[in-house]
């Protein structure tokens, strides 16, 4: 019985919030006359508030901590640990900031998610090296116009044991490349909210958390192993047990 009424709320959670992306998706088109800066600002934030509406509705809440760390005039590589499908939502509606993720092509083929993605996203086959050279000179462009970029560096949903999987090199490269700073975002207790490999969810409190931005200008890219090691360590410090206990 606990399985079959988790599995109904599951669909309920899953479902709504596709409804979400429609509105996302209206926001979007409705706004296509706007600067693409302002444009973005828009849907972050009326992702969030819709967001939040959902989460009251659903039982699933995402906050936001220590949002002071965020400069809103600063342009960042933005860098998050990637647990599940549920990192996706909390990166798009509790990072309010003018910026393009870097997500997986596959996304892209999702029903109206894969609408959405286009608008904010760059996509990236990380099988071919030739998109992923393409992917890092799009960073670079958009960085050089102001605008944010989020990588989650691991690459693919932890589902290991251990805290933080190795990091790739891109978001780092891009960084060094940039001179700008790297601000890393630690995501806490969504595997409890949607354990991995699986399309259940569970309600409950996730956070996304800002650490300190760690700066870039004077590194060479043979200081990138360094900076890599020193930002995972920074992020691995906060993903512990306690700290994801919410």
């Not at 599940?84 to 910026?99: C, F, Q, Y």
């Not at 997986?104 to 030739?130: C, H, N, Q, W, Y």
């Not at 630690?186 to 309600?203: G, I, W």
């Not at 409950?204 to 931005?213: C, E, I, K, Q």
Request: glycine share 4%.
């Amino acid at each position: 019985m606990k399985k079959l009424l988790n599995s109904i709320y599951s669909v309920y959670v899953f479902g709504s919030y596709f409804f979400c992306l429609s509105l996302f998706l209206i926001a979007g088109i409705l706004t296509a006359w706007l600067p693409t800066r302002s444009r973005f600002l828009f849907i972050y934030r009326f992702a969030h508030i819709v967001t939040n509406i959902w989460g009251f509705f659903t039982g699933v809440r995402l906050r936001r901590e220590q949002v002071e760390k965020l400069d809103p005039q600063q342009t960042y590589v933005m860098v998050a640990n990637h647990v599940n499908m549920l990192d996706i939502i909390m990166a798009g509606t509790l990072v309010i900031h003018p910026m393009y993720t870097l997500i997986k092509k596959e996304f892209f083929k999702v029903p109206v998610l894969g609408l959405v993605a286009r608008m904010l996203t760059i996509p990236v086959d990380r099988s071919s090296p030739s998109s992923k050279k393409k992917s890092m000179d799009l960073m670079l462009q958009k960085l050089k116009a102001g605008f944010s970029v989020l990588v989650f560096p691991e690459g693919t949903r932890n589902r290991s044991g251990d805290t933080l999987m190795r990091f790739h090199d891109g978001a780092f490269s891009v960084a060094i490349a940039s001179q700008l700073p790297i601000l890393p975002i630690v995501l806490l207790n969504s595997r409890d909210l949607q354990p991995v490999n699986t399309f259940r969810a569970y309600p409950g409190t996730a956070s996304l958390r800002f650490l300190d931005p760690i700066p870039t200008q004077g590194l060479q890219p043979k200081d990138l192993p360094a900076l890599k090691q020193q930002v995972w360590d920074r992020m691995s410090q906060e993903i512990t047990p306690l700290s994801q206990s919410v």
